[in-house]
């Protein structure tokens, strides 16, 4: 292969475990599979993180539920954003719990539910806590400044009193997403975990029973290790990914150590050339070599995700930034700007390098081509 990407499944499996043990005692783990599991693949990172100790799945949509339950068909698999009413009736048929927001939704989802009757669900707990009751589950998603979506504190109350008249439907949780940056907003994070944790007991004690809760995402499960409530939905730490590089900056250590990274991209080298200092190369001669240089080719570019990668609240599009791949343990900086599908590499003081030699490259996962093949190990 000319490139491809390695996934180590025995690392998001060893994450996982790492993360299950940092839990307080019956606080349940969620792993986040959603945009195909970080890119990492949706079904073969949940087998991974299932079998490390997570006990339940998360996806954005329907469809990336119903994707994984054939595969799972004995796990709670959680749906994060709203669905739409018309999809009320699939979420049933696939097993999948919706997050509601909405009072449209709800009454599709009620309508649907006397509709599937007796539907067999899986034996798991949210499920079986419903069943009993002859109810389908779902929770409700609280909005906690992120705007995007959720029910908002102020109205919270009068809707949770509306939802629960649904004779159809049973509450199984609350959850809530905050926009919290490490270390930036501690403060507003702590006062928006606090409210929270006050609509939360306030849906148990309407409901005349306990409404489990969920707050905490991979940043909130760092830095506010109290505020896990009923359970955590982790995503980047699940793949060795802390949310930003303050703990490295600091050096004070990692908030969870020993998580690793599975994913590396690799490409190989498919031309050498050299250039003399003073000559112009690339896409209208608008490169000049700055000294006599030796120059690499690999097939991989922008389209492959190369250049496009997490930097704070935006993402480098390779201005005021040298990217580099990894030769042999040395760095091999990109010469000009990468192509749709090239890129040039400057290995002129690289030894051992030679055609078909491999080159390790940073890529966005989320942003790698779905084309490009995975290459999977520690699965059995």
């Not at 908030?255 to 050339?273: D, T, Y």
């Not at 000009?336 to 051992?352: A, E, F, N, Q, R």
Request: aromatic letters at 10%; charged letters at 20%; proline letters at 5%.
């Amino acid at each position: 292969m000319l490139k491809w990407i390695n996934i180590d499944c025995s690392i998001i499996t060893r994450n996982a475990t790492a993360i299950k043990k940092a839990l307080k005692p019956g606080v349940k783990f969620t792993a986040v599979v959603k945009a195909n599991g970080y890119g990492h693949g949706a079904a073969e990172t949940a087998t991974a993180a299932l079998r490390g100790g997570a006990d339940r799945l998360a996806v954005l949509t329907a469809e990336e539920g119903a994707a994984l339950r054939k595969k799972f068909p004995d796990t709670d698999i959680m749906l994060l954003a709203p669905s739409l009413p018309e999809e009320a009736e699939f979420i049933i048929q696939n097993r999948l719990v919706p997050c509601v927001c909405s009072s449209e939704f709800l009454e599709s989802l009620n309508s649907s539910a006397e509709k599937n009757h007796g539907i067999t669900t899986p034996e798991t707990d949210i499920f079986r806590s419903a069943m009993k009751q002859h109810k389908y589950p779902y929770t409700l998603e609280i909005d906690s400044g992120m705007g995007r979506w959720g029910i908002p504190a102020d109205e919270f109350s009068t809707f949770l009193r509306g939802a629960l008249e649904y004779k159809n439907l049973y509450l199984a949780g609350t959850g809530t997403h905050i926009g919290y940056r490490p270390t930036q907003n501690m403060t507003y994070t702590s006062e928006k975990l606090k409210i929270f944790g006050r609509l939360s007991e306030e849906a148990s004690r309407i409901a005349g029973r306990h409404i489990e809760a969920c707050a905490a995402n991979s940043s909130v499960f760092c830095d506010f290790p109290d505020s896990q409530f009923d359970a955590v939905r982790t995503g980047n730490l699940l793949y060795g990914i802390y949310p930003t590089d303050f703990y490295r900056r600091h050096r004070q250590g990692p908030p969870l150590p020993g998580l690793e990274r599975p994913w590396q991209f690799h490409a190989r080298i498919i031309a050498l050339r050299n250039v003399k200092k003073g000559e112009r190369f690339g896409y209208n001669a608008g490169f000049t070599a700055d000294r006599d240089m030796r120059l690499a080719s690999i097939p991989a570019g922008y389209s492959d995700g190369l250049t496009m990668e997490p930097a704070e609240y935006q993402i480098r599009i390779s201005a005021g930034f040298r990217y580099w791949g990894i030769i042999n343990g040395h760095k091999a900086y990109f010469a000009g700007k990468p192509g749709i599908s090239h890129t040039m590499l400057d290995v002129t003081d690289i030894p051992g390098v030679s055609i078909g030699t491999e080159v390790a490259l940073h890529v966005r996962r989320t942003s790698a081509n779905i084309l490009i093949p995975r290459v999977y190990s520690g699965l059995s």
